[in-house]
């Protein structure tokens, strides 16, 4: 998930940027440009929405009471979950070759039209599976992982097997959950209105809030390091860890080539030739 947000924070967060504030479209002179980048920008967002569906599944599971629940919280089948997620998604998202390609509207262009019946169910199913399916699962599992958290307090014997750290991964998830929320919701309501017939679509004012609500969508992809600095300790300590070990690696550099030249230094008077002893003559 992270390098998914640090790929889409810097290279689609700019071709977006260019797009939608300085209307320069760099890929609609080449259709398979057009369909390949259209592809990667909505896979990114997809990818990232969903392995934060995943990771609140995982949280659930990890501070579920039932101790059958809570193996299937283990690094195997995280990456089993992950792997088949990515498939699910990138099979997804071939619809955007078909619907997206280079169109004449007055000007060239690389977009999608509702002038198909394709390009219209694929609009739906992408309203559906994004707008609505992946906010209800985060939303869903999220009260879950409370509810189990406040019956974990109330059991000593469950509590005292329950780490701080575990709690502070599920209250970190909670709090990136409704920060992802909060900050998709008004880009999902225009989404939504990418449905509703085209002469709204057309309208300045619609574009006008389709640009504006870009940017706390675009905010989603940068807002997890910050979250989990803020919001749990054992990022916070292990943050701090990496900057010292960084910072020592730096200073030790630094030091070592003056250490050297004495080294060089020390070595180079044992090849000098030996001074003769002065013998005192009787």
Known sequence: MSINNI??????????????????????????????????????PYLSVYMLVLASIDRYCSSSLNAQRRNWSNIRMARKATLIMLIIIAIFMIGILISFDIRDNGSL?????????????????????????????MMLFGFLTIYNIYKSNRNLAVAIRYRPSERQLSRMLIIQVLTQII?????????????????FQSTIMFYFLYVIFKI????TFITPFFLYIL??????????RLLKKIFRIHGERAIHPATTRVMNGSLATNHL????EVIDIP
């Open 109 to 137: 262009s690389c977009s999608s039209t509702s002038d198909s019946l394709f390009n219209q169910i694929y609009l739906i199913m992408e309203v559906i599976v994004y707008v609505i399916t992946a906010p209800f699962l």
């Open 273 to 276: 030739p030996p001074i003769p």
């Open 216 to 219: 706390p969508f675009y905010m």
């Open 7 to 44: 790929f889409y924070a810097s290279i689609g967060i700019t071709y977006n940027l260019l797009l939608d504030g300085y209307q320069v479209d760099l890929i609609r002179y080449s259709r398979v440009f057009c369909k390949l980048i259209s592809y990667i920008l909505n896979f990114c």
């Open 183 to 199: 900050l998709n919701l008004p880009f999902c309501v225009v989404f939504f209105a990418l449905i509703l017939p085209p002469t």
């Open 231 to 240: 919001s749990a300790q054992v990022y916070r300590d292990e943050f701090i």
